[in-house]
């Protein structure tokens, strides 16, 4: 059974930094794709990045390229979002989320395992 849980998340001013993680307590981590999404009061939940199961291919909205850089450490179970410049339009609720199979998606149908969300506030 996959676990996801995820830490990092806070108030920030604009232009500062946070890195969000996401442990996952499953024995399957290194085999499953992982993507973060986040969903802003009154909006969509949209896609933010995925990465491919080895790492090796990383995928990032338009919105947050230059931005944001996701990562995984698969020693630790653990997928990053590294996230820069952060503006007040990024805050949100940010999901992790893996899939049972497959490469990395920008569809949030096609993950199956999902974090309980952290908050992240970017101030004015």
């Known amino acids: 059974q996959v676990q996801l849980v995820e830490s990092g998340g806070g108030l920030v001013q604009t232009g500062g930094s946070l890195r969000l993680s996401c442990a996952d307590s499953?024995?399957?981590?290194?085999?499953?794709?992982m993507g973060w999404f986040r969903q802003a009061p009154g909006k969509e939940r949209e896609f933010v990045a995925a990465?491919?199961?080895?790492?090796?291919?990383?995928y990032l909205a338009d919105s947050v390229k230059g931005r944001f850089t996701i990562s995984r450490d698969n020693g630790k179970n653990t997928v990053y979002l590294q996230m820069n410049s952060l503006k007040p339009e990024d805050t949100a609720v940010y999901y992790c989320?893996?899939?049972?199979?497959?490469?990395?998606?920008?569809?949030?149908?096609?993950?199956?395992?999902w974090g309980q969300g952290t908050q992240v506030t970017v101030s004015s």
């Open positions: 499953g024995r399957t981590f290194s085999s499953s794709a």
């Open positions: 989320a893996a899939r049972a199979y497959g490469s990395g998606s920008q569809v949030g149908s096609e993950y199956k395992y």
């Open positions: 990465i491919s199961r080895s790492g090796g291919t990383t």
